[in-house]
């Protein structure tokens, strides 16, 4: 099992700026992609940024340019580092990693969730 505890969020105006953090514990061996989704009020959760353990980055095209996905692998941490925020940009955002369960099976993982309210 692996567990997921983010930091960060709160309120900011317009152009400000943001820092996510996800801290993971338990079996981290079995990790092959981390990264961040978000929900909007009545939608599905939508993927913002992940990072694969061999590097591999993508973006929603929402937001390339102004966010950035990183990891530290010596601490077992992944952050998403917002800029330039938008009133769109408000939602819960969510710290996720997949793991590998088989050959063919992969889990999903999710942390708590963290609002990020974007408004002057």
């Known amino acids: 099992q692996v567990r997921l505890v983010e930091s960060g969020g709160g309120l900011v105006p317009p152009g400000g700026s943001l820092r996510l953090s996800c801290a993971a514990s338990?079996?981290?061996?079995?990790?092959?992609?981390m990264g961040w989704y978000r929900q909007f009020p009545g939608k599905d959760r939508e993927v913002v940024a992940t990072?694969?353990?061999?590097?591999?980055?993508n973006y929603a095209d929402s937001v390339k340019g102004r966010f950035t996905i990183s990891r530290d692998n010596a601490k077992n941490t992944w952050s998403l580092e917002m800029n330039s925020l938008k009133p769109e940009d408000t939602a819960v955002y969510f710290c996720?990693?997949?793991?590998?369960?088989?050959?063919?099976?992969?889990?999903?993982?999710w942390g708590q969730g963290t609002q990020v309210s974007v408004s002057s």
């Open positions: 996720y990693a997949q793991t590998v369960v088989s050959i063919e099976g992969r889990m999903p993982h």
């Open positions: 990072v694969s353990t061999s590097g591999s980055i």
């Open positions: 338990g079996r981290l061996f079995t990790i092959n992609t």
